[in-house]
């Protein structure tokens, strides 16, 4: 598994040939999405829900996306020494991503990975990753249920966050609710709520954990079912299944575009074009059309 998941991470030779053959193992899983500021309780949280599956007897497959970007600098070691619990059972397998800026877009990568783990029969697949930018968004949004954890106290936290994370949550976590201004955070999120109805007509519920205390956990846990249960009895799980292929899709042309273009080009040539057009000895578009090959 470590070996099929880094040949996939680095899109080492015969990559693609291996994601071919497991697709058809796949769709199996349910993945599920959590993300939140850095500091959050994500991974504390991710460790008791993969303890709750499996007192259900379920596998889980953990993927830490970017524990070492500088958003949660450090978090590599803690996730490291919380999950130590779980490294001598094999019904969890945990895996860190940090591949920030490398081969291919981090979402893309991370749902390959996720395939992988989705192949190999896990039951449920929790992906944890900072909620800061778009390649967070993109990440959750390839999963079937999307956690966002907020936490009492970051003053207008909600406020900055709800730009590009809260309209992706499925389920709203109020995590370190033994501190003060759990209510509050609840009363703006719910606020929020009742400003943008869903298109699908869910209203994410709130739950109050205190992860460090197991508390709240069972709650959330039943939250992912009843979202779970919605899906199925509204015929949408299809639906957003399409959605969420429809931007792989585009996605994955992108980069297969982009490949084939800088294979074209060959090595270094993007560098000297870019020289050109900033000596301004030619211009932009006209270059960008030669190179896809599209002559007006
Ligand atoms: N008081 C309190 N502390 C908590 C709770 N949940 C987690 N913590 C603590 O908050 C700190 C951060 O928790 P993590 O689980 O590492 O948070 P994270 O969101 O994964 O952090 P990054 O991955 O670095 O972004 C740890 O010291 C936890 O013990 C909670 O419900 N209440
Ligand atoms: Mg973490």
């Known amino acids: 598994m470590a070996r099929a998941i880094s040949m996939v991470e680095n899109r080492g ?3 693609s040939t291996l994601l071919k053959e497991l697709f058809s ?3 199996k899983s349910r993945v599920i999405g959590l993300t939140g500021a850095p500091g959050a309780g994500k991974s504390t949280l991710v460790d008791q829900l993969a303890r709750l599956y499996r007192k259900q007897e379920q596998t889980v497959g953990i993927i830490a996306v970017d524990p070492t970007s500088p958003y949660s600098g450090g978090a590599i070691l803690g996730d490291r020494i919380r999950m130590q619990d779980h490294f001598a059972d094999p019904g969890i397998y945990i895996r860190s991503m940090a591949t920030r800026g490398s081969l291919g877009g981090l979402a893309r990568t991370t749902a390959d ?5 989705d192949a190999s029969g896990r039951d449920v697949i929790l992906i944890e990753t900072v909620g800061v930018g778009q390649d967070e968004v993109d990440i959750v949004r390839l999963a079937d249920i999307t956690v966002v954890i907020l ?5 207008d936290d909600v406020q900055t966050i709800k730009a590009g994370i809260m309209e992706i949550a499925d389920i709203f976590v109020i995590n370190k609710s033994d501190r003060e201004g759990a209510e509050r955070v609840e009363r703006e ?3 929020l709520q009742s400003l943008a109805i869903r298109k699908d007509g869910w209203t994410p519920p709130i739950v109050k954990t205190v992860a460090s205390e197991g508390k709240g956990i069972e709650e959330l846990g039943a939250a992912v079912i009843e979202y779970e249960a919605y899906l199925k009895k509204e015929n949408l799980a299809l639906k957003k299944s399409t959605d969420n292929w429809q931007e792989r899709l585009v996605e994955m042309l992108r980069d297969a575009m982009l490949e084939r273009a800088r294979a074209q080009l060959g090595g270094g040539s993007i560098a000297r074009l870019a020289a050109e057009v900033a000596e301004h000895k030619r211009d932009p578009y006209s270059l960008i059309e030669e190179i896809v090959g599209k002559k007006i």
Do not use: C, H
């Not at 990975?113 to 783990?117: D, F, H, K, M, R």
């Not at 936490?151 to 003053?155: A, C, D, E, T, W």
């Open 13 to 15: 030779s015969g990559w």
């Open 151 to 155: 936490v009492p106290g970051m003053g």
């Open 25 to 27: 193992y796949t769709g």
């Open 189 to 191: 999120i719910r606020a």
């Open 113 to 117: 990975v996720a395939t992988v783990l």
